[in-house]
């Protein structure tokens, strides 16, 4: 019989340093698209998939995402006070999700942070949704990435992971899938996972896009998993060895990817957002046609 997925997974505990210095004194998970941190579209998507219990991974320096999910009560008192509903339902929504924390002692890899999730994961599928991807963003009516692996989950009881093709010199930025064929409706069988391959050796351009479904056979292997790509334990890794021992498929996403792991990324995430954004979307249009009859005239 096939288990519900109900748990989810999110890796918060990576250092940020490319954010530096904003991310000194906060979690670059807690960066604004706009109005709404990053880590909360990530709730969003969990939720909207029928997602019930959420762990984060999270480290000493993570304090601002716990306080950010906790109630406010002064925060709330004012607004109340002052009648703002519209503005206590934004906030009251950051609450309205049931979440859980760990905390990794030591920066020593992705798969080392999901082992973390062992004992609240216990023996059952669960989902890990990483942090710098934002999917679908600007398009409320799409079926959630984290959703698609869950429906696949029903019909092969197998781990899936999403995918998506790159930029073929981008590949040494990701984990690469070496397919078996074409691919079902966008579902493939797989021969290998390879964690940051340089470009002339990725076995394809289609890129690990930071959505797991996961069977809970994977801690035993991440228990014993050696470290690899960049000295780091690394998921990849570990998925590469469970696929040889029960299937493990990749789902191909067709939806819109927003990388807010780096900072051209999440200009381009901002500039997106905001232009379906009620209150600045008007603005901004106005603003960007502007912009760029400058930019022509100074070409
Ligand atoms: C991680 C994973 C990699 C995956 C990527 C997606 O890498 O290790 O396999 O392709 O996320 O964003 P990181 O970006 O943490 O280096």
Excluded: C
Aim: charged fraction near 25%.
């Amino acid at each position: 019989m096939t288990q519900k997925v109900r748990k989810a997974v999110i890796p918060a505990a990576g250092l940020g340093t490319r954010f530096l210095p904003a991310t000194k004194a906060l979690a670059k998970e807690m960066l604004p698209i706009v109005d709404k941190p990053t880590l909360q579209f990530i709730l969003e998507e969990a939720l909207k998939s029928g997602i019930e219990d959420i762990l984060v991974v999270t480290n000493k320096a993570k304090r601002s995402i716990e306080d950010h999910f906790d109630s406010n009560f002064e925060l709330e008192y004012n607004l109340k006070e002052k009648e703002k509903n519209d503005l206590l339902k934004l906030v009251d929504e950051a609450t309205a999700i049931r979440l859980h924390f760990i905390r990794q002692s030591y920066p020593r890899g992705l798969g080392d942070a999901v082992l973390q999730a062992k004992a609240f994961v216990g023996n059952e599928p669960f989902v890990v949704m990483l942090g710098d991807d934002l999917m679908d963003i600007t398009n409320p009516n799409a079926v959630p990435l984290t959703k698609q692996l869950m429906d696949d989950y029903e019909k092969t009881h197998a781990s899936t992971i999403a995918v998506m093709p790159v930029p073929h010199e981008e590949v040494s930025a990701y984990g690469v899938i070496a397919p078996q064929g074409e691919g079902i409706n966008g579902l493939y069988s797989v021969d290998t996972f390879v964690e940051k391959p340089a470009p002339d050796e990725a076995p394809s351009d289609l890129a690990i896009i930071g959505r797991y479904l996961l069977t809970p056979e994977i801690f035993a292997i991440l228990e014993n998993q050696a470290p690899g790509a960049g000295n780091e334990i690394q998921l990849t890794d570990a998925i590469d060895t469970l696929n040889k021992t029960q299937r493990v498929f990749a789902r191909e996403f067709k939806g819109d990817r927003y990388d807010v792991g780096d900072k051209f990324g999440f200009m381009k995430t901002s500039i997106d957002y905001a232009l379906q954004h009620p209150q600045v979307k008007d603005d901004l249009k106005q603003y960007l046609i502007e912009l760029g009859k400058k930019l022509d005239d100074t070409k």
